[in-house]
C-alpha cells in the first residue's frame, strides 16, 4: 500500500464514520449524544470486535494485567519477560523469546489491529502498563491470521471508558543502577474517552552480559516509552480511534576484558579490550486510525496506519579494526504502511462468516559503512592502513492477503471452523503466493473437558525490516571477504502445522492443559546476529521439522493463585539455502549434509509462579523459569552441544496503603535471581551466535504506585 492510499484509506474511514450520524434527524441526534452511556457502549463495541477474531483450532494462554502484576516487578517488567508465564515460550538474550521452536515470528496485535513488526521487536517498544490482557495464541491458527505466524500476542489496552477519570504515577528503583519513573493519565468525558501512559528506564545491564562477572562493563542504556489511545463514540454503533505508541532506546555495548588483537592498526598492535567504546540506538513509532462498529448484523474493524523503525550501530573504529578486522557503522531503517479490514457476518443460527483483508507496502534502507584492512590471497594482513568502503541499498515490498472462513456450530458439543487465506508478497525483484487452507476443531466432550485440534497452512515472507542485502564483491580482497557463492535473498518459509489439544477442568479451581504439535517446513526462516551490531539477518535452510509438547496448570481459589508450565520441544533443519557466506564453510559443508539443531532450540522448558494475599492488601509471590539450555557448537557439529541448564527464582511481597480510599499506594518490593545463580544464555558458539551473553545477576527492585 503506497503512501497514498493511506491517506485515501483515512479519508474513507471518517466518511464512512460519518454517515450514520448525517442519516438521523439533527434533533434526536443530539439527544441520543446527551443521553450516551459510554459504558455501555463500549462494552457493546468490545464484543463485536472480539467476534471479529475466532480461535477455534488454535493453542492459546490468557494473562490479564492482574496476572502481571502479579509477578515480581508487576507493569514494570518488559514485554518479553511477561510472556515468559505461557507455556512454550523461551527465553534468549536481548530480551528476546522464542515459541514454539521459532526464532521471533511473532505477531503483535493491539485491539485487534496487527502491527508490523519493527526492527527491534515490538517485545523492546510495548509497555506493560498499556495491558489490560494478552492472549497469546500459537499452534492451528484461523484464516485470520498470517504474516507472522509462530504466535500472536494478541494485546486488548487499558481503556478510560472502563477505567474512569483518573491515573497513575509511579517509579521503580533498585539495582545496577535502575530507576524506571512512569505515569498514565485516563478517563472519558461524553463521546471522548483516552487512555495515555509513559515511562523512562535506565541502568547499567541494558544487554546481557558476556561474562560471568556481577556487573557487566560498559552496559549503560535509557529507554523511553509512550502510549496513547483517544476514542471517540461516533454513535451507539460506531467509533473511532487513533493509537499511537514510540520508543527511544540507547545502548552501550557491554565489553569482554582480555581478548586478543589479531590485527595492527597504524601503530597500534594492542589494545585493551575492556575499553571498547561502541553503542547502539533504536527508535520505534506507530500510529493507528480505527473505524469499528456494526452495520446490521455485521461487525467490522477498518484500520490504516504506519510504522517507522530506524537502528544505528556505532562502532569502535581503531578497536573493532584491531580485534575483528572490520569497524562496520550499521544504520537501517525502515517504513511501512498499512490497511486491515475484518468483517464477521452470521448466517443463520448455526454460521457465523468472516472475511477480510490485508496490505502492507515497505521500504527498507541500509548504509554500512565498513573500514577494513587490505589481506592477501591467503588472508594475511598487507596494510595496517584501513580503508573505508561505503555499502548502500533500498528496496520495496509489498504484502497483500485475502482470507474467508466460516464457524460451523454443530449441535452443542462440536464447532468446526473452515477457511482459506491467500497472501502474495512482492520483493527483491520477485513474486511469491500461496492459498493456505485452515482447519479448526473444538470438542465440549463434557462440562469440564474441552478437546481441539487444526491444521494451517502457512505462507511467511521473510521480515524486510531484518533485510540488507550487500554487495559481496566490494570486500574481495579485504579483511571483511566472505566466502564466494550462495543467495544474498531470503525466501518466504511455506509449512504445514498440526496441533491437538485437551483442557481439563478439575473442581472449581483447576484447569489442565495438554497439548502436542507438529510443523514440517519448507525454506525453514532463521534468524542470526552476524557481526557486532544487535541486529538480525535472515537465512533459510531448505527444509525443517520441529514439534513438541506441552503442559499447562493454572490454579485459582480466593487468596491464591498459581501457574505452572513445562514444554519439550525439537527444531531441526539441513541444508543452508540463502545467506550462505555468513556461516563458517565447515559449519555450512555439514549442514549440506546433515540435519542440525537450530541455533535457539531448547529441549526443556519450564515455568511456574504462586501469588498469596492476606491480610487485606498484601501479597506475597514467587515464581521460576528454567531451561535445559540453548544449542552451542560441539566437536565440529554445528549446534550439536547445549549449554548447562539454569534456574532463576524470583520472590515479592507488596502492600496496598489507603487501600479504601479509593486511591492506594502500591508499594512492591522484588528480589531477582534470589539465588543469585550464574548461568549462560550463549557461549558464542552456535550459527548465527556472535557472542556470549550471561543471565542477569541477583538484584532487589523497589516499586512505588500511586493512583489519584
Keep these: 500500500m503506497k503512501p497514498s492510499l493511506l491517506t485515501t484509506a483515512i479519508t474513507f474511514a471518517l466518511i464512512l464514520a460519518s454517515q450514520p450520524v448525517l442519516a438521523a434527524d439533527t434533533d434526536s441526534s443530539a439527544a441520543a449524544v446527551k443521553n450516551l452511556d459510554v459504558v455501555t457502549v463500549s462494552a457493546q463495541l468490545d464484543q463485536a470486535r472480539n467476534a471479529l477474531s475466532p480461535d477455534i483450532g488454535s493453542s492459546q ?120 519513573p512512569n505515569a498514565s493519565w485516563w ?76 590485527f595492527g592498526y597504524l601503530d597500534t598492535t594492542t589494545f ?39 537502528v544505528a550501530f556505532n562502532p569502535d573504529i581503531v578497536g573493532d579494526l584491531v580485534f575483528s578486522g572490520v569497524a562496520s557503522q550499521v544504520q537501517r531503517s525502515n517504513r511501512a504502511n498499512t490497511l486491515q479490514a475484518d468483517f464477521s457476518t452470521p448466517l443463520g443460527d448455526n454460521h457465523t462468516l468472516r472475511y477480510g483483508l490485508y496490505g502492507n507496502y515497505e521500504h527498507a534502507a541500509a548504509n ?94 521473510p521480515a524486510s525490516e531484518l533485510v540488507a542485502g550487500s554487495d559481496l564483491a566490494l570486500f574481495e580482497g579485504t579483511s571483511n571477504q566472505q566466502p564466494a557463492g550462495g543467495s544474498n535473498t531470503p525466501l518466504s518459509e511455506r509449512s504445514d502445522y498440526y496441533d491437538i489439544g485437551v483442557s481439563q477442568q478439575v473442581g472449581e479451581h483447576l484447569t489442565l492443559g495438554l497439548d502436542a504439535y507438529d510443523r514440517r517446513v519448507s525454506r ?20 525443517g521439522h520441529i514439534h513438541g509438547l506441552e503442559f499447562s496448570a493454572d490454579y485459582s481459589n480466593g487468596p491464591i493463585s498459581a501457574y505452572f508450565n513445562a514444554a519439550y520441544n525439537k527444531a531441526m533443519g539441513t541444508q543452508v539455502i540463502t545467506s550462505q557466506y555468513n556461516l563458517d564453510p565447515d559449519a555450512l559443508a555439514y549442514v549440506q549434509q546433515n540435519w542440525i539443531h537450530l541455533d535457539h532450540d531448547q529441549k526443556l522448558t519450564s515455568s511456574g509462579g504462586v501469588s498469596y494475599a492476606f491480610a487485606g492488601h498484601n501479597r506475597v509471590g514467587a515464581n521460576y523459569v528454567y531451561g535445559s539450555g540453548l544449542r552451542s557448537d560441539i566437536e565440529g557439529v554445528p549446534n550439536g552441544g547445549e549449554l548447562p541448564s539454569y534456574l532463576q527464582v524470583n520472590l515479592s511481597a507488596a502492600h496496598d496503603f489507603n487501600a479504601d480510599s479509593g486511591h492506594p499506594l502500591h508499594v512492591q518490593l522484588a528480589v531477582l535471581n534470589t539465588l543469585d545463580r550464574s548461568y549462560q544464555l550463549r557461549d558464542g558458539g552456535g550459527i548465527g551466535v556472535f557472542a556470549p551473553q550471561w543471565g542477569p545477576r541477583r538484584g532487589a527492585y523497589l516499586s512505588l504506585q500511586q493512583d489519584f
Design 61 to 180: 494462554y490468557q494473562i490479564t494485567a492482574e496476572d502481571i502484576q502479579k509477578q515480581p516487578l508487576g507493569a514494570s517488567a518488559p514485554l518479553s519477560q511477561v510472556l515468559l508465564q505461557a507455556p512454550g515460550v523461551v527465553q534468549d538474550s536481548y530480551g528476546g523469546v522464542h515459541v514454539r521452536g521459532d526464532h521471533a515470528n511473532l505477531q503483535y496485535r493491539i485491539n485487534g489491529v496487527l502491527l508490523p513488526e519493527s526492527i527491534s521487536g515490538f517485545g523492546q517498544t510495548l509497555d506493560a502498563r498499556t495491558i489490560k490482557s494478552i492472549r497469546l495464541m500459537d499452534g492451528a491458527l484461523p484464516a485470520q491470521f498470517g504474516e507472522r505466524t509462530a504466535a500472536v500476542v494478541d494485546i486488548t489496552t487499558r481503556s478510560g471508558a472502563e477505567l474512569g477519570n483518573g491515573g497513575s504515577a509511579g517509579i521503580t528503583a533498585g539495582s545496577f543502577g535502575k530507576v524506571n
Design 368 to 461: 554500512n559503512s565498513s573500514w577494513v584492512f587490505p589481506v592477501d590471497a591467503d588472508g594475511r594482513q598487507t596494510s595496517t592502513t584501513p580503508q573505508l568502503i561505503p555499502d548502500r541499498n533500498a528496496f520495496h515490498a509489498s504484502t497483500a492477503a485475502l482470507y474467508v472462513q466460516d464457524e460451523w456450530r454443530i449441535g452443542d458439543d462440536w464447532t468446526v471452523n473452515y477457511g482459506l487465506r491467500g497472501d502474495r508478497f512482492k520483493a527483491f525483484g520477485h513474486t511469491e503466493g500461496q492459498l493456505s487452507p485452515r482447519l479448526g476443531v473444538v470438542w465440549n466432550a463434557s462440562d469440564s473437558t474441552t478437546v481441539h485440534a487444526g491444521y494451517s497452512r502457512y505462507f511467511t515472507p
Design 524 to 543: 525453514l526462516q532463521d534468524e542470526g546476529q552476524f557481526g557486532a551490531a544487535y541486529i538480525y539477518s535472515t537465512f533459510n535452510y531448505r527444509r
Design 187 to 262: 478517563g472519558n468525558q461524553g463521546r471522548w474517552s483516552w487512555f495515555l501512559t509513559g515511562n523512562y528506564d535506565q541502568n547499567e545491564v541494558g544487554l546481557e552480559n558476556p561474562t560471568n562477572s556481577r556487573k557487566p562493563l560498559h552496559d549503560d542504556t535509557h529507554q523511553g516509552k509512550a502510549f496513547a489511545d483517544l476514542t471517540y463514540l461516533v454513535n451507539d454503533n460506531t467509533r473511532l480511534s487513533v493509537f499511537a505508541g514510540f520508543a527511544n532506546n540507547r545502548f552501550q555495548i557491554p565489553v569482554n576484558p582480555g581478548q586478543t588483537p589479531q
Design 272 to 310: 585493551d579490550s575492556s575499553q571498547l567504546d561502541e553503542t547502539q540506538r533504536e527508535t520505534t513509532r506507530f500510529g493507528m486510525l480505527v473505524l469499528q462498529g456494526t452495520l446490521g448484523q455485521t461487525a467490522y474493524q477498518l484500520s490504516a496506519g504506519q510504522r517507522y523503525s530506524d
